[in-house]
């Protein structure tokens, strides 16, 4: 069986592409919007990806790059805004996070019994009479 290795030279990257592959993630654009803007085709760059791992460290970098830049402006406006001190907590931080979902558990079934509904259904509806918002004008 013959021995499976890894090509012992790569072909060269396009530099002037992977720049600006990128530049376009470190403005903050996904690596599908990110390949479209720069017109490489996603599986060609996923390829690369995965091949050259200096290009995974790089994308990588410009993602983080982007997300600082993006935690650094809201942190500098949450100082005037607590809401947004809030969110950003929320996020970041788990035990801030208001929507973590707790597990209710229920003893008894909270269907209604059919009974119930037969006598809600037989009794008569009663409705209020009301009186018009607007009086009539007084007739001379």
């Given at each position: 069986?013959?021995?499976?290795?890894?090509p012992?030279?790569?072909?060269?990257?396009?530099?002037e592409?992977?720049e600006?592959?990128t530049?376009?993630?470190?403005?903050g654009?996904?690596?599908?919007s990110?390949?479209k803007?720069?017109?490489?085709?996603?599986?060609?760059?996923?390829?690369?990806?995965r091949?050259?791992p200096a290009?995974?460290?790089?994308l990588?970098?410009?993602?983080?790059?982007?997300?600082?830049?993006?935690?650094?402006?809201?942190?500098t406006?949450?100082?005037?805004?607590?809401?947004l001190?809030?969110?950003?907590?929320?996020?970041?931080h788990?035990?801030w996070?208001?929507?973590?979902r707790?597990e209710?558990?229920?003893?008894q079934?909270?269907?209604?019994?059919?009974?119930?509904?037969?006598?809600?259904?037989s009794?008569?509806e009663k409705?209020?009479?009301?009186?018009?918002?607007?009086p009539?004008?007084n007739?001379?």
């Amino acid at each position: 069986m013959p021995k499976i290795t890894q090509p012992t030279k790569l072909p060269p990257l396009p530099a002037e592409k992977i720049e600006a592959l990128t530049d376009a993630i470190r403005d903050g654009l996904s690596l599908v919007s990110a390949s479209k803007f720069v017109e490489l085709p996603l599986p060609q760059v996923e390829k690369w990806v995965r091949i050259y791992p200096a290009l995974k460290i790089a994308l990588d970098k410009a993602s983080a790059d982007h997300e600082h830049r993006m935690l650094s402006l809201a942190s500098t406006h949450a100082a005037r805004d607590g809401k947004l001190a809030i969110a950003i907590l929320e996020r970041r931080h788990a035990q801030w996070n208001k929507t973590e979902r707790q597990e209710i558990k229920q003893t008894q079934t909270g269907t209604v019994s059919p009974e119930l509904l037969r006598a809600l259904a037989s009794a008569p509806e009663k409705t209020k009479e009301t009186t018009p918002t607007h009086p009539t004008p007084n007739r001379l």
